[in-house]
């Protein structure tokens, strides 16, 4: 974990211009797994620099994978092949990276030798029965500390066969570790979903040359399939576009173009939450970008009115609730989020540090088990924490452009995990200074 730093944030003016937001984060995570695992040399363009996803191109370096950076943004991937991998020498350490840990840990399981997986404070945190159950079925040997959590060991040599597997959590994550230790596994292995979740590994194992059948809620592969190499495209990630939307609709007369923003349909559920709450954006210069849907978003100021947020829409906006609670602390009467248990065990616990935030602001939020009830009103001046949580930090210098006076925002130093440079570029546009104290 970097340094302890904290930020304060003062409201600055209308936000006016053009912005091109880093690469996807899970894109990125995957295009580096696949490349590693493909035959032959994959480029990847539009690479998060964020340390998350460094961390998983370290992993795959000391698992004896080449990775070159011509340019920022670039890797060049020298693929192994699925049975390429080499022995670690040292645990794997996946920062701060849920989605890193999790993918790997389907990954390694089906591995010829042993491996441990570890991760920061707050990593250390998050469960991971959600894995370890689902891949022990298939023959995987994962032992973890009590209570399911990090770190990981796994053991190598077992043999890993397919299985047809209903998920208990809507998680493109443990979709995703079955599908990884399923491409080494004897027979079929099927993954149904009770809501469908973000389907990167399925479109990105199709692009590698994978026969892999899927539909939303549903994947089904083959185990024993090669990879072939093949060049991704990154496109720009929603969920760090999320913040510069609720933005530009909170301050009086702003108007934001974010370029080339991923619109993979299971993660825009936000894009329905703000219009229904009255938010103006509109997409302009519609496009695929590395076989995902992209376009421009344009966002104008406009005033917003408190909603129920349907359930059926949590799971494809479930990274962007810290956002969506700032656009509901700013909104005309009550936002009510149900559902969302799962927002417990994100980076941080997102239900309790966003209602703390927003109260120690002065917003009224009523917390339940799986939401909360958010009645807009003037954000005060204060300190809140971001509870180790690179989202929870973005948002609240986002409450901060409406607030009566300067936020602080205690321990920011995560958002580099997932946004490095936010700071920079959200003043470039017309937030206030961030103060770094
Ligand atoms: C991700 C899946 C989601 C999301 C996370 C990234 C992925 O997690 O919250 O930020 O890349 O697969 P869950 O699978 O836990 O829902």
Known sequence: ????????????????????????????????M????????????????????????????QLGVRIETPSPSRRVVHGVGVDGLRAPSAPLDCGNAGTGMRLLSGLLAAQAFDSTLVGDESLSRRPMRRVIDPLSRMGARIESEAGGLPPLRIRGGQTIRGMDYTLEVASAQVKSAVLLAGLYAEGETVVREPHPTRDYTERMLTAFGVDIEFSPGHARLRGGQRLRATDIAVPADFSSAAFFMVAASIVPGSELRLRAV????RRTGLLIALRAMG??????????????????????????????????IVPDMIDEFPALFVAAACAEGRTTVRGAAELRVKESDRLASMATGLRALGIRVDETADGATVLGGQIGSGEVHSHD????????????????????????????TSFPGYDALAQGIGFGAFTAT
């Open 262 to 265: 991923g619109l993979n349909p």
């Open 279 to 312: 938010a103006d954006i509109v997409e302009e210069n519609r496009s695929e970008h590395g076989g995902e849907p992209v376009a421009d978003l344009v966002v104008r100021h406009a005033p917003l009115h408190g909603i129920e947020v349907p359930v059926e």
């Open 34 to 61: 696949l490349a590693a695992l493909a035959d032959g040399v994959s480029t990847i363009d539009g690479f998060l620099e964020g340390e998350d996803t460094r961390a998983t191109a370290a992993i795959f370096s």
């Open 389 to 416: 949580d690179h989202r929870i930090a973005m948002a609240f210098s986002v409450a901060a452009q409406r607030a009566s006076g300067p936020v602080r925002i205690l321990d920011v130093a995560n958002v580099a």
């Open 1 to 32: 974990m970097a340094d302890r730093q904290n930020w304060t944030v003062s409201s600055g003016r209308a936000l006016q211009g053009e912005l091109e937001i880093p690469g996807d984060k899970s894109v990125s995570h995957r295009a580096v």
